[in-house]
């Protein structure tokens, strides 16, 4: 209980500092209690760097931002071996995705050799340079953007790739009365500085707390339920025979096994040992939108991935 005390503290920390986007910064905390990464999509100026940084500043480890351009190359993400003539040998530099929290800024500018290269490390949790590995810190977590309003010149994630990511989160812009508070404190912060990390939480804290979600209790009919809704997203006919002609491919078991963490990681800061249909279903467009591919008719018709997780779970129902 002390340490989901100490989480709701983070959270509260990092909700006064990333203003208007209480949503993202849940999702933040998920991610790091579910051990995956993250894809954040938002117009440029949504707080999306600022938010990763402020969590890097609450957490004893360390912060590395890339930023994704055409000309980037592999080895500008993961390192390469130079030669040091005065020994005569090879020797490997690592290069920024050996730090703790990562963040990919604009991953689709980047051509798909140094996405693959970004996306292994944040798969197999290692990086193979040569004929050599080299593992990654147990503390890896990685936050990728999107742009969606600039598209010319862009590389789209392929699905297979952005599977591996654990949720997909839209923001948007804030609203009025949070707009109003970030102004005034962007002007606080220029005048008198950011103020230091009061909450911090440690490695081994973050490892218990990931250790804890495994003991959130998970009822047969939520279990059922969660299920019951990724299988709906492969035979969408079963649950709503309108949908079928939207879905070309549905969720992988990989979506299933993040829908279970979030969900868990989801109750857990909210201070509850047992996992209801609510979590189940706040998380799920983020696990899920990524991960359903529609078809071509659905795209001609101006069908969103979310209105048909939204006609899913309106179908599918929570068993007795």
Known sequence: MDLQRSFAELKAQL????????????????????????????????????????????????????????????????????????????????????????????????????QSALLEAMGERQVSVGMRTFPLDRLFMVMATQNPIEQEGTYPLPEAQLDRFLMHVKIGYPTASAEREILHLARNDYRQGQPAAAVRISADEVFTARHALSDIYMAEPVEQYLLALVLASRDPAAVDPGLERWVAFGASPRGTIALDRCARALAWLDGRDYVSPDDVRNVAFDVLRHRLLLTFEAEAEGVTTDAVIQHLIDAVPVSA
């Open 15 to 114: 909700t006064t500092r990333i203003i208007g986007q209480e949503t993202l910064v849940e999702r933040l905390l998920i991610a790091l209690l579910a051990d995956g990464h993250l894809l954040v999509e938002g117009a440029p100026g949504l707080a999306k760097t600022t938010a990763i940084k402020a969590l890097a500043d609450h957490l004893e480890g360390d912060f590395h931002r890339i930023q994704f351009t055409p000309d980037l190359l592999p080895s500008d993400v993961t390192g390469s071996e130079i030669y040091r003539p005065e020994t005569g040998q090879f020797e490997f530099q690592a290069g920024p995705i050996f730090h703790n929290l990562v963040l990919a800024d604009e991953i689709n500018r980047a051509p798909a050799k140094v």
